[in-house]
C-alpha cells in the first residue's frame, strides 16, 4: 500500500516528504515540527497523516503494517487531534503533551497532529510553544492550517513549512473516477463547483441530497433581490446547513449513546443510576459541541459557493473571459452579475471575510448570514 495514493495534485511534496521519510535519522533532512499549510481540500491532515506514516514504515520491519495501523487511526504512537469545538482548548492540548512526553511503544517515532492548529487561542499556541521547541527525542509535531500568517509567529518559526498546491478540477476528477468509480462527466462537474475541495467533491458526486443541497444554495442565492428577500433566504441557508450537518453526523450521536450504555451495563430503556449519569451528560455535551461545529462548517460551506457565485460574476462584470466555477448554473450567474457593479460584487466578497471572522468570534450562525447577504442585494455598498 502507498500511504500518498490519495493525495492529489501534490507531486513535488510527496518527492519531498518521501526523501525525509527515507532519511529520517539525518537531522539535516528530519525536523521535529513541521506546519502543513494549503487551502480547503488539498489534502493537509491527509498529507500529515500520509507523513506520519512513511516516517513509522521506513524505520520498521513491517512497513505495511505500520501504514495500515496509521491509516486506520489506531496505531499507537501516532496521534491526532480532530477538535469538536470551534476552537480548540487548552485541555485537548494539555493531552496531547501528556502523550508527546511518552516514548515510543510500536513504532520510532512519537507523531503529534494537530489538524486546524489555526482554531488554537493565542494562549494555547503559546503553551504548545515550549514543546515544539524541544521536543524529547522521537517526538514529531505536525499542525496543519490554511496558511502560516494562520499561525503565531513564535510557531512559524520553530517549523518547517510545507505548502500544499491547490489540485486541478481534472487531477480530482481523474481520483474520484479511479477510486470511487464516479462518472467522469459528473466527476468533473463535482470538482470543478467544488473547487478542487477533494472531499466536497466525493460528497457532491456521490450523494444525491448534497447535490440536491447546493442547487438548492445557489438558487437562493441568486434569488436575492430586496431586503426582505435576503433575509428570507439566510433563514433559508441556515436550514440547509443544519441539513448538511446533520447529513454528516449521521448516526453518531445515537450510535455514540448506545456504545456508552451498552459500557455500562444498561439497555436503550434502562434508567441510568445517579452514579453514571455524569458520564452520559458528559457524553451529550461532547454531542451538542459536534453539532455546534458542523454547523458552522455548514455555514462556511454555504460562504464558499457564494464566494464561488461573486468571483464567477465578478470575472463576468470585468468581461476577462476565465472559465466559469458554477457551470451548471452560468445562466442565473449572468443575470445575478448583469444586476450588480464589480465594486459591490468585490464589497461582498469582502464581506464573507467578515463572517467567517464572526463565526470565529462565535457569532451565532444566523447573524453572520444575515449581515453578509444584505451586502448581495443589488445596489448595496457597505
Known amino acids: 500500500m502507498d500511504a500518498f495514493d490519495d493525495l492529489v495534485g501534490q507531486a513535488r511534496v510527496v518527492e519531498m516528504l518521501r526523501h525525509t521519510s527515507a532519511h529520517a535519522e539525518d537531522p539535516q533532512v528530519m525536523t521535529h515540527a513541521w506546519l502543513f499549510t494549503g487551502p480547503a481540500g488539498s489534502g493537509r491532515s491527509k498529507a500529515a497523516i500520509a507523513f506520519a506514516a512513511e516516517l513509522q514504515a521506513a524505520a520498521a520491519q513491517d512497513p505495511d503494517r505500520q501504514r495500515q495501523l ?9 496521534t491526532v487531534l ?16 501528556r502523550t508527546a512526553q511518552m516514548s515510543p511503544s510500536m513504532g520510532h517515532w512519537r507523531i503529534q497532529i494537530i489538524e486546524d492548529a489555526d482554531r488554537m487561542t493565542e494562549s494555547t499556541s503559546n503553551f504548545l510553544l515550549k514543546d515544539i521547541e524541544e521536543p524529547p527525542d522521537h517526538t514529531v509535531w505536525i499542525l496543519c492550517a490554511p496558511s502560516d500568517a494562520d499561525l503565531l509567529p513564535t510557531i512559524r518559526s520553530r517549523a518547517r513549512v510545507v505548502r500544499l498546491d491547490t489540485p486541478t478540477p ?42 440536491q443541497r447546493r442547487a438548492e444554495t445557489m438558487q437562493a442565492l441568486l434569488g436575492i433581490t430586496s431586503l426582505s428577500a435576503a433575509l428570507d433566504v439566510s433563514r433559508r441557508l441556515l436550514a440547509l446547513a443544519k441539513d448538511d450537518a446533520e447529513a454528516l453526523l449521521g448516526d453518531a450521536e445515537a450510535t455514540e449513546r448506545a456504545r456508552l450504555l451498552r459500557q455500562m451495563g444498561l439497555g436503550p430503556d434502562d434508567r441510568v443510576p445517579p452514579r ?10 461532547d454531542a451538542k459541541r459536534r453539532r455546534k461545529r458542523a454547523l458552522v462548517d455548514g455555514v462556511d460551506r454555504v460562504l464558499t459557493d457564494a464566494q464561488a457565485l461573486l468571483r464567477d460574476a465578478l470575472l463576468l462584470s470585468l468581461g476577462s473571459g476565465e472559465a466559469l466555477i458554477n457551470v451548471d448554473v452560468a445562466e442565473g450567474v449572468a443575470e445575478f452579475a448583469a444586476r450588480r457593479n464589480a465594486a459591490q460584487l468585490l464589497s461582498a466578497i469582502d464581506a464573507i471575510d467578515e463572517a467567517r471572522q464572526q463565526l470565529r468570534r462565535n457569532v451565532p450562525p444566523a447573524l453572520a448570514l444575515d449581515a453578509f447577504l444584505v451586502t448581495m442585494i443589488p445596489g448595496v455598498l457597505r
Open 70 to 78: 496509521v491509516a486506520a487511526g489506531t496505531h499507537p504512537d501516532v
Open 82 to 97: 480532530h477538535t469538536e469545538n470551534v476552537l480548540i482548548k487548552r485541555e485537548e492540548v494539555t493531552k496531547m503533551l
Open 170 to 211: 481534472q487531477e480530482v476528477a481523474d481520483l474520484l473516477v479511479r477510486r470511487d468509480g464516479v462518472d467522469p462527466e459528473r466527476a468533473l462537474i463535482s470538482a470543478t463547483v467544488a473547487q478542487s475541495h477533494v472531499g466536497m467533491a466525493r460528497r457532491l458526486a456521490t450523494d444525491s441530497d448534497a447535490r
Open 276 to 285: 453514571l449519569r455524569g458520564q452520559l451528560r458528559e457524553a451529550e455535551d
